[in-house]
């Protein structure tokens, strides 16, 4: 199937300046050949320009010499220089900078050098202001990532199913089998040009076939699929099934304190290693919605996590363990139970027990990628474990890539939240970002991870504009320190080209989205009301008498969840001060409130409005503004290339719709449960 290239769709920039006719790189390295092969053809498709390529070195040298002694402004046309300098602050990292008449891509290494070769092309595609001023050596870019690690955590089945996919199927998998195609190099190179550096290709769920990854039947070709990523400076994780000794190896337990468990796994590793040296490691889901871990056999998750840690250490690898563990089979009518504290109890006493090669994967908030949540207290929590935040490009609660819902203004939120580990008075440092980036605690093991949005529909999302949600997270890793709307920006002018009605047109689509989404939906932190097990659309109380442990408590009087200490008491997770601002609910910020408190509906928000008004407000601004967004988006009828605009309309349409939906279901339930009618006498049923 033909498949777009996505935000590597090069257009032809006018009056570009890029003068430039040579590319001078020692293409020994698949990187560096990669980089070269890139500018070339970015050249070629933005600038008209063709790049002929030195790749003797003795020529680059002598290049290299002359190009130093001619001073820039006596000269026309100049070469570009690929070239690793290794006294940069680390192998990722890159710098492009004028230098005589020729530019340079330098980088720390040869990923480094990749990333800044894309960067290059990014900035041709987007910034020609910036490309004039770095052609003309007024200005320099440079750049390290701001994460060791920038992962994607693939939930592919290797029956080509996608659990929580909603792209189409996998482009792993195929019956069982691992597909290696034109397809897996494209993907690999979108990872590379927004500086992802690690996939795992398959899901946490690991059953059946799939625990068969780590058998000689399938590693010869996680051979070749390893070495197909590391020409693009992408590691190759799997995710592990725990009990793989009794799967695979026949034995009784899979205890990790028992000696024949733990040789399993030493002559496991020893075995995948051997076909596949430069795996990354592995993710692991233990304990966790029924999937087996240490619990069972009365061992905790540093025992469990440290044995697999032991038998991989050898190789370099990781073992990165999820922290999704809570109890999935509560009673509704046991009140004291909280599934919210649930992560923390669990680790938090383990904290400084995990070995240095074991990362502790964090879901952003403490239930399960809802709108809104709060940021988990983990990462304010734990000082000497190596930890990852997780997060959901995957729109499972978020419109499942039917509804337009750009998620990189909320993970920019959680990355800045301040968790006051470093101190109540301390220097501000101890944001998320400075957390898992491992700048507060000097940590090395440890970045970021998202849950993939991708499958083999065309478009590689489904919705056209969920890729932004992809390359947004990319971006984002690599830099913590971009604005979601720079993100924004630099998507659409990457994808659609330098076109000032599409940028006008979806800017504001992306940058409202998520807010419109949360309007229509579930607001003020309250989250879940959505039909169980496939989560898409509206029931209220679809998870309310469930066992999965997700409540908004509504009653003819009020709703939300009671998580002040003289509830159940999840707010004394946090640091001081956000304990007292969360406990408080004059504090607690208003878009979290029923998150943290049960509240009447006649309660005064800070607006002025009770509360059962500004749910009812809020559904109907919201509904309207997918419907606005829809209306809008009409104006880019005949600009969009062919298909991409009825896609993306087609769906915005069942946005509008479904968004009514929301709406008359929530309204209509809360109107019928308080008997309190709304103020401005609108249609509730
Ligand atoms: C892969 C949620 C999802 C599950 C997912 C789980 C997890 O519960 O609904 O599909 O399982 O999170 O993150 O492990």
Known sequence: MAYSKAWLNYQVVENIRFPFDTLYAETGDKRIQIAAQELQVAAKELAKIKLSLVSDSSQIQRAAKENGAIPAARVVKGGIFLEIDGEMQNEESYRISRQGRGLVVCGGGESGLLYGTFALIRIMQTDPQLLSKICSGKQTVEQAPANPLRMLNHWDNVDGSIERGYAGNSFFFVGNELVIDGRTRDYARLLASVGINGTVINNVNVRGAATELITERCLPQLSRLAELFSSYGVKLYLSLNFAAPIELGGLATCDPLDGQVQDFWKKKMEQVYAKVPSLGGFLVKADSEGRPGPFTYGRNHAEGANMLARAIRPYGGLIIWRCFVYNCRQDWRDRKTDRARAGYDNFMPLDGQFDDNVILQIKNGPMDFQVREPVSPLFSGLKETNMMLEVQAAQEYTGQQRHLCYLVPMWREILDFKTYAAGKGGDGADSVADIVSGRLYGQGNCGMAAVANTGDDENWTGHDMAAANFYGFGRLAFDTALTAEEIAREWVRCTYGCNREILDCMLPMLLSSWETYEKYTSPLGIGWMVNPSHHYGPNVDGYEYDRWGTYHYSDCRGMGVDRTMSGTGYVSQYNEPNCSMYEDIKTCPEELLL??????????????????????????????????????????????????????????????????????????????????????????Y
């Not at 559904?619 to 606005?628: D, L, P, R, T």
């Not at 809008?632 to 509008?656: C, M």
């Open 595 to 684: 998150f943290f408190h049960h509240v009447p509906y006649t309660y005064r928000l800070k607006t002025g409005k009770t509360l059962i008004q500004h749910i009812y407000d809020s559904h109907f601004e919201g509904a309207m503004q997918a419907q606005n967004m829809l209306l809008n988006f009409d104006s880019l009828k005949h600009i969009l290339p062919p298909g991409a605009f009825e896609r993306i309309h087609t769906r915005l349409k069942v946005q509008a719709d479904h968004a009514k939906e929301w709406r008359d279901r929530i309204n209509t339930y809360y109107f019928r449960i308080s008997g309190i009618p709304d103020e401005k006498g609108r249609t509730i």
